[in-house]
């Protein structure tokens, strides 16, 4: 499991660990940003799951796609989740992610793949194993290796507080 390294003031790790992941489990879509090597923005709405243990977010998406070029070059991303249905007066719940990006690992596909058919269980009409993955679907597991975040968790840390958290990466 990897740990957290630090966490900002008002929060212990385990509270910010619980805060993050209660907010990603709730939530099917994120924003992935990302930047050219011109330095031009990017931005693209996916599916994800997270693995919980290292703290890693899979997006299954075309490689040749802007934001898949993207990671390929630069190998970093942002992410936002946060749910879309929020009102104005609700008390407000987000997270921001940095993260090492890149094309998950061949190893780990199949594993990605049952959490994936396990969160999304119409991919199923699409894809049985890995294979079908670029075959049917042109599209590949791209990881996303969260190394910090910052975290908007209203109701449970209080009004326009963030909780800014490191963790710690080998």
């Not at 993955?133 to 975290?151: H, Q």
Request: hydrophobic share 45%; proline share 4%.
């Amino acid at each position: 499991m990897i740990e957290i390294a630090s966490v900002s003031a008002g929060a212990d790790h385990d509270a910010a660990r619980a805060s993050l992941f209660s907010i990603l489990d709730a939530t099917p879509l994120c924003t992935i940003a990302t930047c050219d090597a011109a330095a031009m923005p990017a931005a693209a709405t996916a599916f994800y799951v997270v693995d919980h243990e290292d703290v890693v977010i899979y997006v299954l998406t075309g490689p040749d796609t802007v934001h898949g070029r993207n990671i390929r070059s630069s190998g970093r991303a942002a992410l936002s989740v946060f749910s879309s249905t929020q009102e104005w007066t609700d008390a407000k719940r987000g997270v921001q992610l940095s993260a090492a990006a890149g094309l998950t690992k061949a190893d780990d596909v199949e594993r990605v793949l049952e959490l994936y058919l396990k969160s999304y269980p119409g991919l199923g009409k699409w894809v049985q194993s890995a294979g079908d993955i670029d075959k049917k679907l042109e599209s590949r597991f791209f990881s996303f290796a969260v190394d910090r975040c910052k975290i908007f968790d209203e109701p449970n840390f209080g009004t326009e507080v963030w909780i800014e958290v490191e963790f710690a990466r080998p």
